[in-house]
């Protein structure tokens, strides 16, 4: 599976930005995407991703602010990020597992929130 993601930029803080990640390759439909991302000095942590029952989870930090979406025909899903703050810059990564367990990562893409 390969995946490209995009979207991201220099965003002001309270403003929004929408992230992409495209896959291809060998997608079933059970598979899940989601987002994670990684801040400097820090683990990587999730930000929102799909379930395997279709449902959505969100980091604590995001709830509120961030919405995950997907076009199932496109392969591709969605971040919607709103009211972003600074604490939200990172390098954002999209993730995508198989209903058995193995994981791939896009090369991530940097969201950078400041004045």
């Known amino acids: 599976v390969q995946l490209q993601a995009s979207g991201g930029g220099l965003v002001q803080p309270g403003g929004s930005l929408r992230l992409s990640c495209a896959a291809s390759?060998?997608?079933?439909?059970?598979?899940?995407m989601g987002w994670y991302r990684q801040a400097p000095g820090k683990e990587r942590e999730l930000v929102a991703r799909f379930t395997s029952d279709g449902s959505t989870l969100y980091g604590d930090s995001v709830k509120g602010r961030f919405t995950i979406s997907r076009d199932n025909a496109k392969n591709t899903v969605y971040l919607q990020m709103n009211n972003v703050k600074p604490e939200d810059t990172a390098v954002y990564y999209c993730?995508?597992?198989?209903?058995?367990?193995?994981?791939?990562w896009g090369q991530g893409t940097q969201v950078t929130v400041s004045s």
């Open positions: 390759g060998r997608i079933f439909s059970l598979d899940i």
């Open positions: 993730n995508y597992q198989r209903s058995y367990g193995q994981i791939f």
